[in-house]
């Protein structure tokens, strides 16, 4: 079975520039989250998407938005990027509405805005 | 609202055994994990324990769990220079998108 892939794995921007940030989920998982990590921190939870819809979103403001498509892969888009936007963005996959115990994360982009 | 401490660093040598702690605020968490995580890369998925267990062992880890004092550890017996890396614990929302909370991580560093 197939992990869960992100793309790109780097990115450089520019302060003020829109960026998006994609992930496709593993096989058989139907939701999908997004976390932030900035240097020597751990992961913050930005939002989750279950069915193509938004179900639970973190203390992120509203220029960070995401979807999430039919065929449960997501997007994270980033608008006006601040410097301090500059991180590893995670993308986790699990299966939603079960007993399933653990999330599958991906290897990250790693954005930084200059 | 939930908050995960973990120990910044931690050193060992190679052998022995390390132990990770971890101190939780959530009493209503149901799972916790830990993660680790290598130089440059994403976070694995090591092992976990459901709330009404006090203890799980998965070949070289031990998770140990004390509800009342809502504190967690992780324990590597025969550490080796490949576990070096970051360890991060985390915690469950029981409300929302049962996202989770994690813990700064902790670096443990295997001498050889």
């Known amino acids: 079975e197939t992990g869960v892939t992100q793309s790109p794995t780097h990115l450089i921007k520019t302060r003020g520039q829109q960026v998006t940030l994609r992930c496709s989920s593993q096989s058989g998982h139907n939701t999908v989250s997004w976390y932030q990590q900035a240097l020597g921190q751990g992961p913050q939870f930005i939002f989750q998407?279950?069915?193509?819809?938004?179900?639970g979103r973190g203390n992120f403001p509203p220029r960070f938005s995401g979807l999430q498509f039919p065929n449960y892969s997501s997007e994270l888009n980033v608008n006006a990027l601040e410097l301090d936007d500059s991180a590893l963005y995670l993308c986790?996959?699990?299966?939603?509405?079960?007993?399933?115990?653990?999330?599958?994360f991906g290897s990250g982009t790693r954005l930084t805005v200059v | 609202g939930e908050d995960v401490e973990q120990s910044l660093f931690l050193s060992v040598r190679e052998g022995d055994s390390s132990v990770i702690n971890c101190t939780y605020t959530d009493s209503s968490s149901t799972y916790l994990y830990w993660y680790k995580q290598e130089p440059g890369a994403g976070l694995q998925l090591l092992t976990y324990?459901?709330?009404?267990?006090d203890m799980k062992q998965d070949q070289r880890l031990t998770v140990l769990l004390n509800k009342k004092d809502k504190h967690l550890s992780l324990r590597i017996a025969d550490t080796q220079t490949g576990d070096s890396a970051i360890y991060f614990c985390?915690?469950?929302?029981?409300?929302?998108?049962?996202?989770?909370?994690f813990g700064t991580g902790t670096r443990l560093t295997v001498i050889p």
């Open positions: 986790a996959s699990w299966r939603g509405g079960s007993a399933n115990y653990g999330y599958t």
């Open positions: 998407y279950y069915r193509e819809e938004e179900n």
């Open positions: 324990i459901f709330s009404n267990m």
């Open positions: 985390a915690e469950r929302s029981q409300t929302g998108a049962n996202n989770l909370f």
